[in-house]
């Protein structure tokens, strides 16, 4: 899709090296670094050590169960209060002050499949899989998940979803001795009830959540009982998709912004459009809007008014957000009576409303889309810290197997949480990446992947051009000055400035230009992850 004339130019000082300079930069990079890096994962293992005997040997061994909730869509920032006042979301504040909040996480991509697969293995999402946003996402045969690995430890393993992205079909259901995908069509004290009454007595558990609560359409889902008005607003929702399929000329804008406002922001006139219009024709139509999405918004007072409602309508659900997935904490530990529970709370990825120009997300992989709240309660933990060091969801997967006194293969992208709790820990760089929505949708958009990697100081993005079979668009940011990332720097900064980045800068890109290398193409099936966390017997059934 051909960028409208009235959208930013959003590769303004970008900066791409010449391909043999990176290479020369790389190689050199690697032979400087090695010593030190040899020396880092020492003190990491150090460090790592450390912090499992304060956790687990120092306080009565691994936990009784380890619980993580993933709130799909929910922004890092979510959890501060602004000029309207406090914080909306007083229970995760409370569990934030009773264990400790890291400020540095980053999710792996900013779509729902690639993040999840990640938070349950420990992989990137260029080696799980699910990496492509289309119906072919798979996690890879060959990956464990953590669910695998703890059962194998004699760990119970429970998880209730709310399906989608995150449901059986996305390969996630594998290594979870009771799986379903109805948590958010029922009461969370009915899913920590039947996770207590099919529990085996006696043998630790691993329970994950997932939620849509803070997915649009924003406020109510429709999992109660109806508004008094839900009739009314569903024939509202069914004269504006009308209006939109009809538009011509000059109300194209107007029904556009009308047809947005109602799919994203309200369950019931959402339900209105696809009613009059079908389906297939109301995803058609929102496809059109991708563009707008991106930037197209800008450039009409009245649009910036409805990117404006649509910030309002995310924030004001907040509270409800919040009352259940507290409901959720506290209902599993009621059920557990002096039980011993770790509790980990994330999000897949954020969203966005134009910081960066772009609207929601899986478009991208800017600051707003991909910082995401991680928040750790667990026994021997020491509990109202905030740790800014960068850390990604990546590192879910290794923190929950140290919990529970398993080893984590050697092979993966992830590290455990624990090691940031000491005097030593440090942030690391950590990637993000996204196959952009276009191509799932058959559009004739971005045809890249878009790349980023940030550590504590630094972030530089890039994309890959399938075409052209090359990368464009760098651009980089200090972030002690600029942690937003609203000012590119003018030029990269030397690779001696930070090696360790350089080297994982050099990483990230080779391994997406492996990724693509014979599978280029506006909608690429995910080739296998190769020989990452394979499982023992190939050729055995994979669960």
Excluded at 61 to 73: H, R
Excluded at 196 to 211: K, Q
């Amino acid at each position: 899709m051909a960028r409208s004339p009235s959208t930013p130019d959003r590769t303004a000082g970008y900066v791409t090296a010449p391909p043999t300079e990176l290479w020369v930069i790389e190689r050199v990079v690697r032979r400087l670094v090695l010593a030190a890096l040899l020396l880092g994962c020492a003190l990491v293992a150090f460090e790592r050590f450390r912090a499992r005997s304060t956790c687990a040997a120092g306080d009565g061994g691994p936990p009784d169960a380890i619980l993580v909730v993933c709130i799909d869509t929910l922004r890092a920032d979510a959890l501060d209060g602004d000029a309207s006042g406090p914080s909306p979301m007083p229970g995760l504040e409370k569990l934030a002050h009773s264990g400790v909040r890291f400020t540095g996480a980053v999710a792996p991509s900013s779509w729902t499949g690639a993040s999840v697969g990640s938070l349950l293995t420990g992989l990137d999402p260029l080696r799980h899989g699910v990496h492509v946003q289309d119906g072919d996402a798979r996690l890879s045969p060959r990956v464990r998940s953590v669910a695998q690995l703890l059962r194998e430890h004699g760990w119970w393993t429970f998880a209730s979803t709310s399906g989608g992205w995150a449901g059986a079909g996305t390969g996630f259901a594998r290594g979870f001795d009771r799986f379903d995908e109805g948590f958010d069509r029922r009461a969370p004290e009915e899913t920590a009830s039947t996770w207590r009454s099919s529990r085996p007595s006696r043998r630790p558990c691993f329970v994950w959540l997932h939620t849509y609560a803070a997915h649009d359409p924003y406020g109510d889902k429709g999992w109660g009982e109806p508004p008094a008005d839900a009739a009314e607003r569903v024939q509202r929702g069914r004269a504006i998709g009308r209006r939109f399929h009809e538009a011509q000329g000059d109300d194209v804008a107007g029904a556009r912004r009308a047809f947005l406002l109602a799919r994203l922001s309200d369950r019931w006139m959402r339900e209105g459009i696809e009613q009059e219009l079908g389906v297939p024709r109301a995803m058609e139509l929102w496809a059109s809007c991708v563009a707008w999405m991106r930037g197209g918004w800008q450039a009409d007072p009245a649009d910036r008014a409805v990117v404006d409602a649509l910030r309002a309508a995310y924030r004001a659900q907040l509270h409800d957000v919040d009352q259940r997935v507290a409901r959720a904490v506290a209902a599993f530990q009621d059920a557990e009576p002096g039980a011993r529970i770790a509790v980990i709370v994330t999000s897949d990825h954020g969203e966005g409303f134009g910081a960066h120009a772009t609207l929601g997300h899986g478009l991208d992989v800017s600051e707003d889309l991909v910082r995401v709240p991680l928040l750790l309660r667990a026994p021997g933990v020491a509990a109202g810290r905030t740790v800014p060091a960068r850390c990604g969801l990546v590192d879910v997967a290794p923190t929950i197997l140290e919990l529970a006194g398993v080893a984590p293969p050697a092979d993966l992208d992830g590290r455990s949480l624990l090691g940031l709790l000491g005097p030593r820990g440090h942030g690391r760089p950590v990637p993000s990446s996204v196959h952009p929505i276009e191509s799932a949708l058959g559009l004739d958009g971005p045809t890249s992947c878009r790349v980023a990697l940030r550590s504590d100081a630094l972030a530089a993005h890039a994309a890959f051009d399938f075409a052209q079979r090359r990368w464009v668009a760098e651009q980089w940011f200090d972030l002690e000055r600029d942690p937003r990332e609203a000012r590119a720097l003018r030029a990269a900064p030397p690779a001696s400035a930070d090696p360790a980045f350089a080297v994982a800068w050099a990483e990230l890109r080779s391994r997406v230009e492996r990724r693509y290398a014979s599978d280029v193409g506006p909608s690429p099936r995910p080739p296998g992850a190769g020989a990452a966390n394979v499982a023992p017997s190939a050729g055995a059934a994979v669960r």
